[in-house]
C-alpha cells in the first residue's frame, strides 16, 4: 500500500513538473491554445495529487479510529470478564471450572498457612535494616548535592550590598525554542533563492510575451513556406483550411499584415510572402499563431522563413 502511494506521487509529480515546463515553452512559443490545454492539465493533476493526500490523511485517521475502538473493546471486554469474575466471589472446591483466588485460605491448603506469618516477619525485618541504612547514611554522607545546586544557582544571586550595590547582568544564554541564527540565515537565504527565481520567470516570461510596438524588418518582405497535413481529408479542404488559418493568423501581428499572400505549391505545401518585412518578434509570433492549429483534423507546420532583398 505504501508502494502504490508513493508511486502515486510519485507519477503525478513528474506529470505535474512536465505539463508546468510545457505551460512555459507553449507561452514562450506564442501557442496559446496549446499554453491553455498545458494549463488545465496541470491544474487537474495538482487537484488529483490533493485528493490523494486528502484520501491519505482520511485512511490514516480511519485507520487510528479504528485501532482506537478495538482497543476500546478489548478494555471493555476484559472488564467485563472481570466484573463477571468478581461478581461469582472465591471458587469453592468442586463447584466447577475456573480460577480458584485465594488457594491458599482454604481449609485444603492448611500447609500454606504458616506463609503470612513468615512473609509479615520478612517485612518487620527488612523495614528495620532499611531505617538503620539510612540513619548511617544520614549521619556520614556529605551534602555534596545540595552544594553543587547552590554553585549552579549562584549567577542568580543577589549582590552583597543589594540593588543598591550595583548588579551584574546575567550571562546572555538563547531563549528556549529559539532558532539558531545559522539555521535562520539559511532558511532567509533559501527564501530569497525562491523569491529571485519566481521574479525572475516572471519578468522573463512577461519579456517574451508582451506585445512591442510595431516595426518593421530591414529587408523588403519575409517569405514563409508553411506544411499543412490533414487527417482523412481531401485536398481542397486542406487548401481551404490552411487559407483559413493564414487569415486567422494574420492580426496576430503587431504590425498588420496588409500585402500579405498566400499561394498553394503542391502536396500540402504553401508559400506566403508579407511586405514589408516583419520584424524578429513578429516573426516570432505569427509562426506560433501558424503551428498552434485549432483547425480540426489539420497540423500546420512551418518549415522556414526568409527575407526577400529588394533585388530578389
Not at 485465594?102 to 498457612?113: G, I, P, V
Not at 512577461?206 to 529587408?219: F, H
Request: proline content about 5%; aromatic content about 6%.
Amino acid at each position: 500500500m505504501r508502494t502504490a502511494r508513493m508511486a502515486a506521487y510519485f507519477f503525478g509529480g513528474a506529470a505535474a513538473l512536465g505539463a508546468a515546463a510545457y505551460l512555459v515553452i507553449y507561452l514562450y512559443r506564442w501557442q496559446w491554445q496549446r499554453a491553455l490545454v498545458s494549463g488545465v492539465l496541470l491544474l487537474v493533476i495538482e487537484v488529483l495529487l490533493l485528493g490523494l493526500a486528502a484520501l491519505d490523511r482520511i485512511s490514516r485517521l480511519e485507520r487510528r479510529v479504528r485501532e482506537g475502538d478495538r482497543r476500546q473493546e478489548d478494555i471493555l471486554a476484559q472488564l467485563r470478564a472481570a466484573e463477571r469474575e468478581a461478581r461469582r466471589g472465591p471458587r469453592v472446591p468442586g463447584a466447577g471450572p475456573g480460577r480458584q483466588r485465594f488457594a491458599w485460605l482454604s481449609q485444603e491448603e492448611s500447609r500454606t498457612f504458616v506463609f503470612v506469618p513468615v512473609l509479615m516477619a520478612a517485612g518487620v525485618a527488612l523495614s528495620g535494616l532499611a531505617w538503620v541504612v539510612e540513619r548511617v547514611a544520614r549521619a556520614t554522607v556529605r551534602p555534596a548535592a545540595s552544594r553543587r545546586l547552590a554553585g549552579r544557582l549562584a549567577p542568580l544571586a543577589a549582590p552583597p550590598g543589594g540593588l543598591a550595590g550595583g548588579a551584574r547582568e546575567l550571562p546572555e544564554r538563547p531563549a528556549l525554542g529559539s532558532v539558531p541564527a545559522r539555521r535562520r540565515l539559511l532558511r532567509a537565504g533559501a527564501f530569497g533563492i525562491a523569491a529571485l527565481l519566481c521574479v525572475g520567470l516572471y519578468s522573463g516570461l512577461s519579456a517574451l510575451t508582451e506585445t512591442q510596438p510595431p516595426e518593421r524588418g530591414g529587408e523588403a518582405a519575409t517569405s514563409l513556406l508553411l506544411s499543412v497535413e490533414g487527417n482523412g481529408i481531401t485536398e481542397a479542404r486542406a487548401e481551404l483550411a490552411a487559407h483559413q488559418l493564414w487569415e486567422r493568423c494574420r492580426d496576430s501581428t503587431a504590425l498588420p499584415l496588409r500585402d500579405a499572400g498566400m499561394t498553394p505549391l503542391s502536396d500540402g505545401l504553401f508559400a506566403a510572402t508579407v511586405s514589408p518585412s516583419l520584424s524578429e518578434h513578429d516573426a516570432h509570433r505569427l509562426r506560433g499563431c501558424l503551428e498552434d492549429t485549432s483547425i480540426d483534423r489539420i497540423r500546420a507546420t512551418v518549415l522556414g522563413t526568409g527575407s526577400l532583398t529588394a533585388a530578389g
